[in-house]
């Protein structure tokens, strides 16, 4: 096996052109071409989205006069329908004031159970994030029944209160790992420091802490601004009434009637719904990586 | 004006300083920073979670409080064979797609730790499809998988003349079963190759100099280097998307809601069709308490995970 190797190592460097040559090729075979594979795939769906939201019905459903993957004629149709015609700015805001409001109360109680569990350090701190850790690993799907109940029991079914109090649940979790992470980062002595010069705990962790893990801050921010946004499950089982639900949810339940699919809009709904969390990703694309790839390696 | 204000302010900072040496006092401040967070999970996990198994215990419907009926749920749901029908098509629904996303997501994870032009906007693009909300995607997936109009089967039949029939992807249940991981697949590649790609730039370069100075083929040094140095990162991931993919609940609705002939059903969606839409809040919860030593079982692989890499790492337990 290693003499073969050899050989065709020798083989290659007596003539250098054709090993620059093979190992360009080889590289555009083992790595070009596999990746542009995953990312045609991978992008394929939203390509299809883009296209059928602005496609007229009639090349929509029409292959053989038309190309499938183009648009002859673009149109606003489906978008203008879905704007004027049913509920979707309602629903926009709606899951905007949810997504907003439960990624500020989850920031608010991870921020402050981080910096106890890791900068207070009292006994017992490593079990409480312990405790904290496993909550994340309780999925939705077994806990949506009985939180039916609680919420019923709370007065709180079809309201976006209900949402914006259950969604921590799996955020605060995942917020409270990424920012211990991140207060660990910060070095003691700067609170240390202040505390000889007088500064009490809290001002500590407003004034030092906090302005320092600011970048943690803002993956937690956005990190829980997507999840709550896509969140389907809760906003499933708790609202009813068409005009409290989520964009997920709505388009699902209010969009898909009857026996013929009205794609155009569906699609034009789903590329609407997709856009304000892409637009943030867009945006802060590191954050995202960092807090992905921090909270797994924590 | 300095004169005047003075005093009010020693009167504020005193008052303050009151409260200000409250917070200072610890045990009082962990509580305090404590309690937002642990209320919050106490009141809407732990508590739902004690109550969800006692609900599977009682015969709760909507709008009306059960009592207590031992395992007759569990038998019943012993007895059923859509139950069954659920767990199997969840377990090989998890394996599958485990399989599946692992060994492309490695492999993209591979492929974009080499050094190429543009790397950053790729590793951002990758990203995508775990960003999006999972129903909006999974309606361009249903949308792709149409009967009549899948743009799947007009490349097979129309461009490529490999088939000569569109293929009816959700209407049997095979290729329904099928559909299903492959979109969910899609969804999950760009979260393990990630997560991989940032264990992957941990592995020091030195280890594969070593390596190839002795020779090792490139087969050798993903073999006894990569994959060993991987292991407890891929042990983590693994056990969130196990869990995550065995519980799944939106990809199904969205796409089949269990459909056709209730082939698809995860325990999940069969745990929302009883318990929800059906209005047995007691059989749905046992449906869903049934989901627990699966989880358990996945749970226990991520400990020993981490401890092994607590081990490679010669760090004490913290």
């Given amino acids: 096996m290693t003499d073969v190797a050899a050989q065709s190592t020798n083989a290659a460097s007596a003539t250098p052109d054709t090993m620059a040559w093979d190992s360009r090729a080889r590289r555009v075979m083992m790595i070009y071409l596999p990746l542009a594979c995953f990312v045609l795939i991978l992008l394929f769906p939203f390509y299809w989205m883009a296209i059928t939201a602005f496609k007229p019905n009639a090349e929509l459903l029409n292959f053989k006069q038309h190309n499938p993957f183009w648009i002859s004629s673009p149109t606003l149709a489906h978008i203008k329908h879905l704007l004027f015609d049913t509920a979707y700015p309602t629903w926009l805001k709606t899951t905007m004031f949810v997504a907003i409001g439960s990624t500020f109360l989850s920031l608010f109680a991870s921020t402050l159970a981080a910096y106890a569990i890791e900068r207070l350090r009292f006994r017992g701190s490593p079990y409480v994030g312990l405790g904290i850790y496993l909550a994340y690993l309780v999925p939705p799907s077994i806990l949506f029944i009985p939180l039916a109940t609680v919420i019923v029991q709370f007065g709180l079914f079809d309201s976006p209160m209900a949402l914006i109090l259950v969604y921590p649940t799996f955020l605060v979790p995942f917020c409270t790992w990424l920012l211990i992470g991140y207060f660990k980062s910060i070095p003691y002595e700067l609170e240390e420091c202040a505390l000889v010069d007088g500064a009490t705990r809290l001002q500590i962790l407003r004034r030092i802490t906090l302005p320092l893990a600011v970048p943690g801050l803002i993956s937690a921010g956005i990190f829980s601004f997507t999840l709550s946004w896509n969140e389907f499950i809760y906003a499933l089982a708790f609202i009813q009434s068409g005009a409290n639900k989520t964009v997920p949810v709505a388009i699902l339940t209010e969009l898909v009637t009857g026996d013929v699919y009205q794609w155009g809009a569906l699609m034009a709904g789903s590329l609407l719904g997709s856009l304000p969390v892409a637009l943030f990703y867009s945006l802060f694309v590191d954050y995202y990586v960092s807090s992905l790839t921090g909270a797994v390696k924590e | ?318």
């Fill in chain 2, 1 to 318: 004006m300095s004169v005047t204000t003075l005093p009010s302010r020693g009167v504020a900072l005193r008052q303050s300083n009151w409260i200000a040496r409250l917070f200072d006092y610890k045990p009082f401040l962990i509580v305090m920073c404590l309690a937002p967070a642990i209320g919050l999970l106490t009141v809407f996990l732990t508590y739902p979670l004690g109550l969800g198994v006692w609900l599977a215990f009682t015969d709760t419907t909507i709008g009306q409080r059960g009592i207590y009926i031992g395992l007759e749920n569990f038998q019943y749901l012993l007895k059923d064979s859509l139950w069954w029908n659920a767990v199997f098509y969840s377990v090989f629904y998890t394996g599958i797609a485990t399989i599946g996303k692992f060994a492309l997501g490695f492999w993209l994870a591979l492929l974009l730790n080499n050094h190429f032009p543009l790397k950053s906007l790729l590793r951002a693009i990758v990203l995508l499809p775990w960003i999006v909300p999972t129903v909006l995607s999974a309606l361009a997936f249903w949308w792709i998988y149409d009967p009549q109009f899948s743009i799947i089967s007009y490349l097979l039949v129309d461009v490529l003349h490999i088939r000569s029939t569109n293929i009816d992807f959700l209407g049997t249940p095979w290729p329904a079963r099928f559909s299903l991981i492959a979109a969910n697949i899609w969804r999950g590649i760009p979260f393990v190759a990630i997560s991989l790609l940032a264990g992957l730039q941990t592995i020091s370069p030195s280890l594969y100099e070593a390596a190839m100075l002795d020779g090792a083929t490139a087969w050798q040094r993903f073999r006894y280097i990569t994959l060993p140095m991987m292991m407890p990162i891929l042990a983590i991931v693994m056990t969130f998307s196990i869990i995550f993919t065995f519980t799944d609940f939106q990809l199904v609705y969205a796409i089949t809601r269990g459909g056709p002939v209730n082939s698809t059903h995860l325990l999940a969606t069969l745990a929302f069709q009883r318990g929800i839409a059906g209005g047995e809040l007691g059989e749905g919860a046992a449906i869903a308490v049934s989901m627990i030593p699966f989880l358990v079982f996945a749970t226990l692989f991520s400990y020993f995970g981490l401890a092994r890499r607590k081990w490679q790492q010669g760090e004490a337990n913290d």
